[in-house]
């Protein structure tokens, strides 16, 4: 409750001095820069601050969540979803300087083992999270064209005067539905509610769901652990080993199918 009323208090001093989501994400950015700059030191020191850097990272995302003003688009989206990549990349960039400083060898060959599986269960859950291929009922008649033989004969009525016509005006926000689905299946922390709608508590098994989908604030949460308690080495194979278990579930019981 307390942590609620703390991020809700923070989102409306933010709106007031007219800082946007993306405002918030670029602070996240350099946030996480300074939580890598702390893991490079291979001391206890370096990763306990620079973990305590990585939570304050999940405090801007809570925030951002919280905004009312700024309606999410597309754009914002987008941009939400690079800034919140790179950040991660970042950060395992700053634990392979660490490691190495440590003198693990092998330290950057798992880094990039890291990476590579986090591509996979990116590439596995977006795809799965992506929405159909919207169905045109006719092709587009191009001036001097033939109307189609089934389109022949059919006279659309026209609005008379005074009156608005019945055809229902596509939803302006449902691309940006998919764009936030999409983002969340890659893991992108969630990038709130249009018109600031109010938060319900996940349930126990979509909470599960979540820690199975080994999401972005599971995979800070384990950087931080891994990297106070052993070493950064450590917190690679412990991020492999997620996505692993995120791909593997994602084949046996697909989530985004429940999404959808």
Do not use: N
Not at 23 to 47: E, M, Y
Not at 65 to 76: A, G, N, P, Y
Not at 120 to 135: E, F, I, M, N, Q
């Amino acid at each position: 409750m307390a942590e609620g009323i703390v991020v809700r208090a923070t989102a409306r001093m933010l709106e007031r001095r007219y800082v946007t989501r993306t405002g918030v994400t670029r602070v996240g950015v350099v946030v996480a820069a300074i939580a890598a700059v702390w893991f490079s030191r291979a001391d206890a020191t370096g990763a306990i601050v620079g973990s305590l850097f990585l939570g304050l990272v999940l405090f801007c995302d809570m925030v951002r969540s919280r905004m009312r003003s700024h309606r999410r688009d597309v754009l914002t989206l987008w941009t939400v979803s690079m800034a919140a990549q790179f950040r991660e990349y970042v950060v395992y960039v700053g634990l392979a300087f660490g490691a190495a400083a440590a003198g693990h060898s092998g330290a950057w060959g798992w880094a990039a083992g890291a990476l590579i599986a986090l591509a996979l269960r990116d590439a596995l859950l977006v795809a799965r999270a992506a929405p159909p291929a919207r169905w045109a009922p006719h092709p587009l008649v191009l001036p001097g064209q033939r109307r189609p033989e089934s389109l022949q004969g059919v006279s659309v009525p026209r609005p008379r005067g005074g009156e608005r016509s019945k055809t229902p005006e596509p939803e302006r926000t449902a691309d940006a539905d998919h764009a936030a689905e999409i983002a969340r299946a890659a893991g992108i922390p969630d990038t709130g509610e249009v018109g600031g709608a109010v938060h319900a508590s996940p349930s126990p098994a979509l909470l599960t769901r979540r820690i199975m989908a080994f999401e972005q604030p599971t995979r800070f949460l384990v950087i931080a652990v891994a990297a106070t308690a052993w070493d950064a080495r450590i917190a690679f194979i412990s991020l492999i080993v997620g996505c692993v278990v995120a791909i593997t579930g994602e084949l046996v019981d697909p989530s985004s199918e429940v999404r959808r």
